[in-house]
């Protein structure tokens, strides 16, 4: 699963994001915004006000959401990577 955190320096919600991530053992990359204009744009343009805007396979959503962080995680237990991995059909 990819799971993207778009951030901004001294951000308490981008950090509380990235501890309850990293406490349910969900990896994710991070982006930080001011270093990546076009991506900010990008992401302004598609209605995200505030960050952290988190990207998963499945959802997206800006702020600190620990409902949504506590769902992803339970998702992933119940949904192991190999399950979604695309399979190859021999005929």
């Given at each position: ?5 778009f ?68 998702n ?16």
């Amino acid at each position: 699963m990819t799971v993207t955190v778009f951030t901004k320096p001294r951000c308490p919600q981008c950090e509380a994001t990235k501890r309850q991530l990293t406490r349910a053992n969900i990896a994710f990359e991070t982006v930080d915004l001011t270093e990546n204009p076009s991506t900010l744009e990008q992401l302004t343009q598609a209605g995200f006000r505030q960050a952290p805007v988190v990207i998963t396979p499945d959802a997206s959503w800006s702020g600190y959401r620990p409902d949504l962080i506590k769902q992803l995680a339970v998702n992933a237990v119940e949904t192991p990577a190999d399950a979604t991995a695309p399979q190859t059909v021999l005929a």
